[in-house]
């Protein structure tokens, strides 16, 4: 499985160490498998190709609020979803993937 990231980060920082970061939705580590998805996060994408089972994770809708200023629930999966990781499960996936490369 490929999940993306989409960063104005440094990538080598990011591949290497991703960090769970606050924000609108909660502390944690955001990523989606969708590429169209993590573009709209930053001019940068990340990739990791994971095993599915490699790292514990929640996928839920995307709180469009965040990116839209939508509020009504039912709008939110209009955006896709997003996979959100735990500091520990973010490092787990950079150290066991098997491969993290910069997309675009």
Request: glycine share 8%.
């Amino acid at each position: 499985m490929i999940i993306y990231h989409g960063t104005n980060a440094s990538t080598t920082e990011v591949i290497d160490s991703p960090k769970a970061t606050k924000n609108i939705n909660g502390l944690g580590f955001y990523a989606s498998k969708d590429i169209e998805v993590a573009k709209k996060y930053g001019s940068k994408v990340v990739a990791w190709d994971i095993d599915g089972d490699m790292v514990e994770y929640i996928e839920r809708p995307i709180d469009q609020s965040y990116v839209d200023g939508i509020s009504s629930y039912e709008m939110c999966a209009l955006g896709g979803m997003e996979i959100v990781m735990s500091q520990v499960q973010a490092t787990s996936m950079a150290y066991l993937c098997n491969d993290a490369y910069l997309v675009v």
